[in-house]
């Protein structure tokens, strides 16, 4: 009976004479009929009326369906291999009944494709929006003939024993395939999504493609796929397979050729039901759950572009330019250190001549080894006497009591023989740091009493620990990064990493191979500076050695361990800044600032200990506090946002924190905290504030610690007041005020002092400086922010600026790793002018 009812249906609805039957036609149909008759020939409700159309391409057809009948369309369209066109299936719903919508199925050679009318989009917490109008692009199957007819048949149907009208349109898409760098523009919707395809032209190997959009919202999902069916192109299944992104005005997506097959790939845009995946406004939750939400007009007009993306030989110009930048340093100190060796061989001869006597001059000149043992016993003989001086202090204090002879067999002995705590156990000892400590004008030979050798090995251990403290931290950190990346390329989700995909080329599985390299800069010139620091060290030493009285008793004392560690510390930085750039986001932003925060921190106890160095905190403390700093940058990241109470907390800990600094600077560390200390301080209050009005001791450090608290107060202030998202950042700006607040305190102090700044520490400042502008100036343009949603953050991604490799954060680390290496030398070389003072005439401040 249900075949009989499908033949007569199809010969009942056929005009003119019987159409030459197919077997794709005539299968469909039998397929149909079979299908209704196992399933639900006797059923009560069930369609038993299969008409079945010659369709027609860019014909509207208005009809009527029914659960009493099911209307096939068959349409028939020629496939060439060397062309590709597209098919658009438009569907309008013109009642409104939501209870029982109309299906329709489009089955074609190799997919099958079936959606409901109206179409229920979900968004978040099961909001339902449905919409009457749908547009849908079939897929397009591959052929290998030169040119072949398909077949594809559209079923239209429902349960609804009620007539609902219908408009049925398919049209072809002529411009199915992009061009290269030629614009096309469309408009999509939630329920309508658009997708093009494209195919690599011969000698392209890599394209981005770009789309833009004047509109904010909605939002929009751009999506890369393979070339097959089904196509994956709406809001619950988009991101199911390819790479894709969200989106609001612009979206870019780097597509390779060795990743597709086929050469070619499919660009799909889908408009997202709601706006709050790229930070727009979300909705109220409805007061019914089944209740259907009207969606409005969620059309966006876009435009896509594909461009070739840059060639290996762009790679390797990127490369050779970012080598010959940081090598060229290199051989600016080799080109200073030879005209420095010349300019001291000079000097020695111009002083062994001036040491020889008229009556030796005529005798045959003596060997270099001859002119150094009569320096060296001279240089003893000064020394003896100015020893003799000074022998009331007792012995344990250093060398200025003992014999350089003693000095030089002492130098060779092991320094794991000396403890620090040896020098500070006995009670006369400690008296005599309360009353040296506390003089009103302090000189650097009061606060460089202890032995050389003990400080040599406190200062060392700042090298071994920020050694020690990279291995263990770099280490998981190149795994967990390896892991973002594979997470990314597997998954094809590229709102995982904030780059700028504007500028983002690939290499291997890096998703941004630029922002990577130059962060070499970091690394090469953080090893420049560890070997112009071990030069000067060996140069120290062997003036230490042949009892040089200038090493022994002029200038600021020489400890390197420090300087090791900024070295190292600049390194890391630049491997870690590389980890982060692997996959930047707000999780992995601690790897990219964790070793700034220690730079801040050598810089300020390098500048403190030149003047101070037995006083200088060690590096267990100093790497403990660094540790604190790091822990708090944790919390306030997860933590910290809009988070008042801890805002709160951290705000009375930096104030109370910079109090407890600022009493052990003026103090210079001869004060207790202990219960008795509110009992000092409202002594102290009563006897200089109440009982008689004086002024502090110590000027000078009491305006770098007023100027100091001010500061510290107001970022404290600022932090509780706007409570900026980026903690991370305000954490590091609060450690670069206090550096630039105590380098400029230093310099102002040095000049007020009578001192001078060599010519080359002054070249090494004004370099500084200017190249310190021009980095923060390529930093604040912001080419992406992990602040805000990823569709929100390509809002700032720009094209590449330089050598169409490098975008502007590149140049801000190729400048900032120079920056940083002039600050290091402006730290290791400005205080080279006090090599010839005596000690006790250097001031300390």
Known sequence: MVLRSCWKSRHKNSSGPAPCWTRPRLAALLWLCVTQFVCGSGAEGETNNVIQKDAEFDVTYNDTVTSENQTIYAFNHTVSRNKTEGVRVFVDVLSQGFESPILFVVRQKQAVVSFQVPLILRGLYQRKYPYSHVGRTLCQPPTRAASETQYFFVDVSTLSSLGTNYQLRVSRVESFTLQTDKKFSFTASPSQPQYFKYVFPDGVDTVIVKVNSEMTFPCSVMSIQDIQCPVYDLDNNVAFIGMYQTMTKKGAITVQRKDFPSNSFYVVVVVKTEDEACGGPLRFYPLRPDELIDAGNRSKFIDVIVTPAINSEVYVMGMLFCLGIFLSFYLLTLLMTCLENKGMKKREVFQIAADMSPAETGKTQASPYEYGSFADNGSTLSSEAITDSATSTDNNYGYVEQSLDSIGRSRQESLSSVEEDDYDTLDDITSDKNIVRTKKFLCVSDLSRKDKRILSKKYQIYFWNIATIAVFYALPVVQLVITYQTVVNVTGNQDICFYNFLCAHPLGALSAFNNILSNLGYVLLGLLFLLIVLKRDIVHNRALVRNDLNALECGIPKHFGLYYAMGTALMMEGLLSACYHVCPNYTNFQFDTSFMYMIAGLCMLKLYQKRHPDINASAYTAYACLAGVIFFSVLGVVFGKGNTVFWIIFSVIHILSTM??????????????????????????????????????????????????????????????????????????????????????????????????????????LFTAVVWGFALYFFFQGLSTWQKTPAESREHNRDCILLSFFDDHDIWHFLSSIAMFGSFLVLLTMDDDLDTVQRDKILAF
Do not use: H
Request: contains cysteine; charged residues 15%; hydrophobic residues 50%.
């Open 660 to 765: 407890l600094l600022s009493t052990q600077l003026y103090y210079m560390g001869r004060w207790r905290l202990d219960a008795g200390i509110l009992r000092r301080i409202v002594y102290v209050i009563y006897t200089d504030c109440i009982r008689q009005c004086s002024g502090p001791m110590y000027i000078d450090r009491m305006v770098l610690l007023v100027m100091g608290n001010i500061v510290n107060w107001s970022l404290a202030a600022y932090g509780l007041i706007e409570r900026p998202n980026d903690f991370a950042s305000y954490l590091l700006a609060i450690a670069i005020c206090n550096l630039l607040l105590y380098f400029a305190f230093y310099i102002i102090m040095k000049l007020r002092s009578g001192e001078r700044i060599q010519c080359l520490a002054l070249v090494c400042i």
